[in-house]
């Protein structure tokens, strides 16, 4: 399985985390495989989308959060408005930490997506980076634990080794 770091400072208003992105390319070719292996995981799957990421930056600080492109393809940025663009294929796997902006730039016609979060967390503070909630934001997002296993590798994998 072939995994892409993506490291970001804190870009106010977005906090971002000491945390990297893991970006997995080429990880699976059937949606059902891919939901059982993240359910085996303990990452639920959550949410299921044309769109991937949402067309302007956000960012979650009370939960990290997994896309995965089933079918299409999907240009998005990591980080906030400097960030790092990524392009995903179908068979491409984001992890995002609590606290990192990221906004869809551009979806090919038959885009497919699945969203999820580790098991207990889900989608409760949607932020769109307001200056004057930075601080609790980012006192939000130091707050969440790793996940116990990565979505994908469980106990041994890439995620378990990186946000240790």
């Known amino acids: 399985m072939e995994t892409q770091t993506i490291r970001l ?10 945390l990297p992105v893991i970006l997995y390319r080429n990880c699976f070719t ?5 939901e059982h292996r993240l359910r085996s995981n303990g990452w639920i799957p959550d949410w299921y989308s044309a769109e991937g990421m949402f067309p302007y930056h956000h960012f979650h600080s009370d939960a ?16 906030g408005p400097d960030g790092v663009e990524v392009v995903m ?9 609590a606290g990192v902006a990221h906004i869809g730039l551009a979806v090919s016609a038959d885009l ?5 979060y580790p098991s207990g967390y889900a989608i409760h503070d949607f932020r769109l980076g307001d200056m004057g909630e930075y601080a609790n934001c980012l006192a939000n997002t130091l707050s969440v634990p790793s996940p116990a296993a990565d979505p994908l590798g469980g106990l041994d994998g890439p995620l378990a080794e990186t946000w240790r």
């Open 64 to 79: 990290h959060e997994i896309i995965a492109v089933l079918k299409g393809k999907l240009r998005g940025k990591v980080g």
């Open 9 to 18: 400072n804190p870009a106010p208003p977005f906090p971002n985390s000491a």
């Open 30 to 34: 059937d949606s059902k495989e891919l």
């Open 112 to 116: 497919w997506t699945v969203g999820g």
């Open 89 to 97: 294929g179908s068979g491409d796997v984001i992890v995002l930490p």
